[in-house]
């Protein structure tokens, strides 16, 4: 699993950073030259938001600090900027100075690297950077951005996490989950990594709703590759690609934990769905809690090793940490609630809902999925959303003829309703999202 | 004086006549064997001078010499034996023999007994090409020399009864061929079988619980002669779905049991009482060498691929053969043959085999079990994506297991048997057998493929539409063409209709969906 030493507890010090939002925004609008500074000096590597903050918080700003390195005696001037007026910062090491002046000599090029790789450069300062992420520690001085902000702009915004190798019912919950809230107007965000996260922005995806992925490298070095695809869905669907590091950084264990905190921070809550006793979800959700964010964890069986991870977490933070007992329960302790249900939502019927605030959005039946499709094909995604997950027990079901069930199975592929994996069959797209228990 | 005999040597999986001359001389003792023979006909020497003492005769204390005739043909084996020894005899004047057109096939042991040899089926059948009526054989051997029509046969336990039925005139009734089941016999190439140790049974195909998916694609694959590769953890049931494959495939036609049993017989699979009707199921271990799986050897002995031929060959562990093994079954799939190519010379030997291969899903072999698997994320594809091109384009049939849930295996009803199965495959073979051309779905051209199809223009919209949702490539969408043919063939469907073309799709391989999906 990623490297869990990167934790909430070991990043101090960060509240510091508050200089380099005092520095540009006191005179209003970012400049360009200042935005584009930043996104040089984001392209060194070992320089981070901390140590760019302090430079900014002695030079003045981000550009100062660019010419400053560009002009003679640059480094020196560097490695004396990065230390406090009283000394109670440590200087950084001349290499790093070094790179920030080869960096601020070849400027040029790495813009046209940003420019090429179509991306825009979004600084603290400008309109459409995450308000929700200006107030965490350790903030990014900037974003690099596939796609559009907005979503991150919006009423609520909940972050789905969860384990890269789900069990097939917990990429079920997670496409539940996010569709839920999407149609209950949230914005979902989460990690673009294969497995939980994936289902989540599929779901959205499938939704036609702008869903934000936080990924944990450079753009151009885009990871998981299997997720390319995705991951242009996702900024074709109005959602967008954000990473904190250049395009050509590549992902490594360290940046992972580091990109979990712009995952929780942009949002106001995080949900967990499945996760191993060591999974990077879990830094995700001590993040949140970190960051003052509400924190749920939807809980598995104890024998169970992708609920390990949930359980634990559940049991150490009792208190602090939410179980997730169903998803209208879900909504309804995010304040969703109230929100009116959405047009296409068959099977809500007002009438049938609690007296205590109970959450109207109601995800579809298998059967409303299917309408207008046949009956072997309706049968057979009855069938998986229930939980059946190979043929024999889809056959058995069903009493469907196997090569039926197969047929069936084609025709739910070839419309995007279900997959194979490893010789199991799983609802994805609108049918990930159907509630077993809808009529 | 001088003696002439005739026997029979094998080049391959063919016999040839040879002539042995024997003449026995004054002067120095000494024993010589000239004619091309390799290390187990000079050995002969030894056996034969032993087996003349231990009989009661002589070995005359005189120049020997042996020359085996055509002199430009290699000779392998032991199956000149017995013609030796009686041209020492006959050429030392210890008995007259009866003039007459005589062959001798077989070995001696020092006590004078005569032993069966491999490949006697050919031998005896290149011997009654060349209008030889009397052969003499060893007893073990008798019923298979008995399966070639026309040709008086007179089985001898030991070198005297050799020596009676060369003196006497009196012609035994020729027998009819005695045509009897035989089973395939697995064991070490080139070592018949141990007889105590009978190989077990395979098991039947209701002895395989679950796995719907799996006994279905196994029974598409089998009705038309695709090849199939299974796709699953350890455990699954890959490896008892091929061994039920024996119960599965209908009997050999004449011809094909013919080729059957002279591979059985040159491969010295034990006593061979009849014909092989049952096809044959070769199951190397992933371990085999190059010569095991090609064939080869300086005596060139079938190898696995020859000796499936007309049957199945079972690869476990597909990805764990070495990779010249998997290149070499190239020319075998692609032409039902394989050529061996020596400096003396090329032999051809027929490799007609049905592919059936198994593979864990990846080097851990758990992918797809819950946090069971240790490979990195992207290993798994990978792991499939080694079997080369070559080899993925002659495989029809994909199909990935999983691990059963208690709950499937415990209950519901008993599976279908392998007589209820085998049934339904029978009658689809007999089907596309009865066609023009009468092939087997998997081997049968493009071109006649779009004609049995018989697409209806609704059906062709189908299939156009699903190769463009899959983005099938032209092979793609003729193998998911083939493979409907056969599931046509199965629901006894003059046509092949849109439900054919969709369970055909299940069996694509894994790489085609990935590409088509939107990966999460």
């Not at chain 1, 997670?174 to 914005?187: E, F, I, N």
Request: aromatic share 2%; hydrophobic share 45%; glycine share 12%.
């Amino acid at each position: 699993m990623l490297g869990m030493g990167v934790g909430p507890n070991e990043i101090g010090g960060g509240s510091r950073t508050g200089a380099l939002a005092g520095a540009s925004g006191g005179q209003g609008r970012l400049r360009d030259e200042d935005r584009e500074a930043i996104a040089v000096l984001l392209s060194v590597h070992g320089l981070g938001p901390l140590t760019i903050g302090r430079l900014v918080d002695r030079v003045g700003s981000p550009a100062a600090v660019l010419d400053l390195a560009g002009g003679p005696g640059g480094v020196a001037a560097l490695v004396e900027g990065s230390t406090a007026a009283d000394g109670a910062w440590r200087a950084m090491p001349p290499a790093v100075a070094k790179a920030i002046a080869a960096a601020a000599a070849d400027r040029t090029r790495l813009l046209d690297q940003i420019a090429r790789s179509g991306l825009r450069v979004v600084a603290r300062g400008d309109a459409d950077f995450p308000r929700r992420l200006i107030e965490i520690d350790l903030a990014p001085p900037a974003l690099f951005v596939r796609g559009s902000l907005d979503a991150l702009a919006g009423e609520r915004v909940v972050a789905v996490v969860g384990t890269r190798r789900p069990s097939p019912a917990g990429r079920q919950i997670a496409s539940r989950v996010a569709t839920a809230l999407s149609r209950a107007g949230a914005t979902v965000v989460s990690g673009l990594a294969i497995g939980i996260d994936g289902a989540a922005h599929a779901a959205c995806v499938t939704e036609g709703v702008p869903t934000v992925a936080f990924i944990g490298g450079g753009h151009e070095r885009l990871f998981p590759p299997a997720h390319d695809r995705l991951a242009d869905a996702i900024v074709a669907g109005g959602g967008a690609v954000v990473s904190e590091y250049a395009p050509l950084v590549e992902p490594t264990k360290g940046t992972f934990p580091q990109r979990n905190r712009l995952i929780s921070g942009s949002a106001d809550a995080v949900v967990v769905v499945e996760a191993g006793a060591r999974s990077g979800a879990l830094v995700t959700a001590s993040w949140a809690l970190e960051q003052g964010r509400e924190c749920f964890l939807v809980p598995g069986s104890i024998d169970s090793p992708t609920a390990a991870g949930c359980n634990g977490f559940l049991r150490d933070w009792h208190g602090l940490a939410k179980i997730v007992s169903g998803i209208p329960q879900l909504l309804d302790d995010l304040g969703l609630a109230g929100v009116a249900a959405l047009e296409g939502a068959p099977g809500s019927d007002p009438g049938a809902r609690g007296s205590r605030g109970r959450s109207t959005v109601r995800l579809p039946s298998a059967k409303a999925v299917l309408s207008g499709r046949d009956p072997a094909m309706l049968a057979v995604a009855e069938a998986l959303v229930h939980g059946a997950v190979i043929v024999d027990e889809i056959v058995a079901v069903t009493c469907l003829s196997v090569g039926a069930v197969l047929g069936a199975l084609t025709r739910l592929e070839a419309v995007g309703l279900a997959r194979p994996l490893h010789g199991r069959y799983e609802p994805i797209g609108s049918l990930a999202a159907a509630d077993p228990k809808a009529a | 004086m001088l003696a002439t005999l005739l026997s029979a040597t094998l080049v391959a999986l063919d016999g040839r006549v040879i002539r042995v001359e024997v003449d026995v001389a004054p002067g120095l003792p000494g024993f010589t064997i000239v004619g091309l023979g390799d290390a187990s006909i000079r050995e002969a020497r030894e056996r034969v001078r032993g087996a003349l003492r231990n009989s009661g005769f002589v070995h005359p204390p005189r120049r020997i010499t042996v020359n085996l005739a055509p002199a430009d043909v290699p000779k392998t084996g032991s199956a000149a034996d017995l013609a030796i020894a009686m041209g020492i005899l006959i050429g030392s004047e210890q008995f007259t023999a009866r003039a007459g057109r005589v062959a001798l096939i077989g070995e001696v042991s020092l006590g004078g007994e005569i032993r069966p040899v491999p490949g006697l089926l050919p031998m005896v059948a290149a011997l009654a090409r060349r209008g030889i009526r009397r052969v003499i054989v060893p007893v073990d051997g008798a019923d298979e020399a008995r399966l070639v029509d026309g040709l008086e046969v007179v089985p001898v336990a030991r070198l005297t009864d050799a020596v009676d039925a060369l003196r006497s005139r009196r012609r035994a009734a020729p027998t009819q061929p005695a045509r009897v089941e035989l089973a395939p016999v697995s064991g070490l190439p080139g070592r018949p079988a141990p007889a105590l140790a009978p190989p077990l049974p395979p098991p039947d195909l209701a002895d395989v619980r679950g796995q719907a998916e799996a006994r279905r694609a196994l029974e598409v694959a089998l009705a038309g002669g695709h090849g199939l590769l299974m796709i699953g953890p350890p455990g699954t049931g890959k490896t008892m779905l091929a061994r039920t494959i024996p119960t599965l495939l209908p009997p050999l036609s004449d011809a094909d049991s013919l080729a059957a049993t002279i591979v059985a017989s040159v491969s010295g699979e034990g006593p061979i009482r009849g014909l092989v009707r049952t096809p044959p199921f070769r199951a190397p271990h992933h371990t085999s060498s190059y010569a095991a799986i090609v064939g080869g050897g300086p005596r060139l002995l079938p190898g696995e691929v020859t000796r499936a031929d007309n049957g199945v060959l079972f690869l476990d562990e597909l990805t764990e053969f070495s990779r010249d093994v998997l290149e070499a079954l190239r020319q075998p799939l692609e032409d039902g043959r394989v050529a061996i190519v020596r400096a003396a010379g090329a032999v051809t030997l027929p490799a007609r085999f049905q592919l059936v291969a198994a593979t864990n899903p990846c080097p851990c072999g758990y992918a797809g079990e819950d946090s069971r698997c240790r490979c990195p994320e992207a290993v798994p594809e990978r792991y499939v994506g080694r079997i080369s091109g070559p080899l993925r384009d002659r495989i029809d049939v994909w199909v990935t297991l999983a691990r059963m849930p208690a709950a499937a295996l415990v209950g519901g009803q008993d599976p279908e048997s392998s007589a209820v199965v085998g049934a339904r495959v029978a009658a689809a073979r007999a089907r596309q057998l009865a066609r023009p051309g009468a092939k087997l779905n998997a081997r049968v051209s493009g071109r006649a493929l779009r004609l049995i199809a018989r697409l209806r223009p609704e059906t062709s919209n189908g299939l156009a539409e699903l190769a463009d949702a899959e983005r099938l490539s032209g092979r793609g969408t003729e193998r998911l063409l083939r493979v409907a043919r056969t599931v046509a063939d199965l629901a006894s469907s003059e046509a092949v209709e849109v439900e054919h073309l969709e369970e055909a799709a299940r069996w694509r391989p894994p790489a085609a969906r990935h590409a088509s999906a939107l990966a999460v």
